[in-house]
């Protein structure tokens, strides 16, 4: 089992930036991909931004160039840097951590609030 906690959501105003960050513990071995996933109220749950084992990432077109994903392996924790925000970027995020191809595990979400 791997254990995900995720931190750093909160209330901005338009054009502000948040760093969320998600920290893995349990059996981490053997982690490939990790996203970042965001589900706004009535919607379904989209991925935002998601890195490889070998560092290769992935962005939603919506969040190109405002968004950065990031990990560091050695403390098991991966990073969304989020600048330039936008009120349609409000949604609960989600970390999602698969580990050896085949087993996902999610996180229990953080809100990100954003104001005009």
């Known amino acids: 089992q791997v254990q995900l906690v995720e931190s750093g959501g909160g209330l901005v105003q338009a054009g502000g930036s948040l760093r969320l960050s998600c920290a893995a513990s349990?059996?981490?071995?053997?982690?490939?991909?990790i996203g970042w996933y965001r589900q706004a109220p009535g919607e379904q749950r989209d991925l935002v931004a998601q890195?490889?084992?070998?560092?290769?990432?992935n962005y939603a077109d919506s969040v190109k160039g405002r968004f950065t994903i990031s990990r560091d392996t050695a403390k098991n924790t991966v990073y969304l840097q989020m600048n330039s925000l936008k009120p349609e970027d409000t949604a609960v995020y989600y970390c999602?951590?698969?580990?050896?191809?085949?087993?996902?595990?999610w996180g229990q979400g953080t809100q990100v609030t954003v104001s005009t």
């Open positions: 999602r951590v698969t580990r050896l191809g085949v087993y996902h595990y």
């Open positions: 349990g059996s981490t071995f053997g982690i490939s991909g």
């Open positions: 890195i490889s084992s070998g560092g290769i990432t």
